[in-house]
């Protein structure tokens, strides 16, 4: 029996993977199979016009899938803006339970909520019933300590969700330290539901030591590793790539003209770009000395002269 492709969903990473990324991405990167959208501010009340969904409008994510993702802990306006979700056509959205950023996790929003099981459960009794699109949730081992999210997974089975995806930290950790992967495993163990891999997937060879780890798992959400290396999800794909510098070069060139075009002025077009380059810049070695030159820029043209040299510095 041969065996099935492993699919690669891109992660939600807030200032860097809007609509633009991530099409102009999937047409020069190949590899993923779809995209979950950084998540979408909380608004009271609010109607929701175009002009606050535009990252999700249909005719700007014809390249790749991409699933919503909301932050709402107040049930009706989760409903609401679900249902404006699926007048764009979208018949899925995802629960971010994950956010580890202090702004968010002080609201009790994102991983903030994982401590407080009763008000989880007290919103999915909710929204369920009348949930127009399907569910998934985003979310990670816990906010303080690992035993929240084992807690959680057991009662988590009462409610239809498409799948959890699981990022091996504490929301307390950021993205520092190593991803836990005993935990990860034992939550494997206390959940019907399909599991998604999420977490420092920044090579082959630790994608390869991970599907050993986990032989049942075959969706994986590759994000600042794939910023690093773009090329990445298409060679664990088994995708061959000849031209690799022009392909990269092509990608931020194109990225750059576009943000040019709907930024308004350079300080805010060179703020965007630095984002993308702080993972970026560890396809440039000596990461640090490209990180500072990119640093540096405070112009156009100080920016395109070093981006310049940079390319023609790299085999």
Not at 179 to 187: I, K
Not at 211 to 229: C, E, S, V, Y
Request: charged share 25%; proline share 8%.
């Amino acid at each position: 029996m041969t065996e099935k492709p492993p699919l690669l969903i891109l992660a939600p990473i807030r200032g860097i993977t809007d609509c633009h990324f991530r099409s102009l991405f999937q047409h020069h990167f190949p590899g993923f199979d779809s995209a979950l959208a950084p998540f979408i501010n909380p608004q009271r009340h609010s109607n929701f016009q175009p002009k606050h969904l535009k990252d999700l409008l249909p005719e700007e994510n014809q390249e790749l899938p991409v699933v919503p993702q909301l932050l709402h802990t107040d049930p009706d306006d989760f409903l609401h803006l679900s249902g404006r979700l699926r007048e764009l056509g979208y018949t899925q959205v995802n629960w971010n339970l994950g956010c580890p950023a202090h702004m968010v996790t002080k609201k009790k929003r994102g991983s903030g909520l994982l401590p407080h099981p009763d008000e989880i459960f007290a919103f999915l009794d909710q929204v369920m019933p009348r949930l127009p699109v399907k569910l998934s949730i985003k979310t990670r081992l816990g906010l303080e300590n690992k035993e929240e999210l084992l807690h959680l997974l057991p009662r988590l089975d009462n409610y239809p969700l498409e799948e959890i995806i699981i990022h091996g930290r504490l929301g307390k950790q950021m993205y520092r330290g190593e991803t836990d992967r005993e935990t990860f495993g034992l939550c494997l163990e206390q959940s019907h539901h399909p599991i998604v891999y999420n977490g420092d997937i920044n090579s082959v060879q630790i994608f390869r030591e991970l599907q050993t780890q986990f032989p049942g798992i075959n969706k994986w959400m590759l994000g600042r590793g794939a910023l690093a290396d773009p090329f990445l999800p298409g060679e664990i794909k088994g995708l061959n790539t000849p031209n690799r510098v022009e392909q990269l070069q092509h990608f931020h060139d194109e990225l750059y003209h576009c943000y040019q075009e709907l930024l308004d002025g350079p300080a805010h077009l060179l703020g965007r770009m630095k984002q993308l380059w702080i993972y970026l810049s560890a396809s440039f070695p000596p990461q640090h000395k490209t990180w500072k030159k990119i640093k540096k820029c405070h112009t156009e043209a100080q920016y395109q002269k070093v981006t310049e040299t940079l390319f023609a510095a790299i085999d």
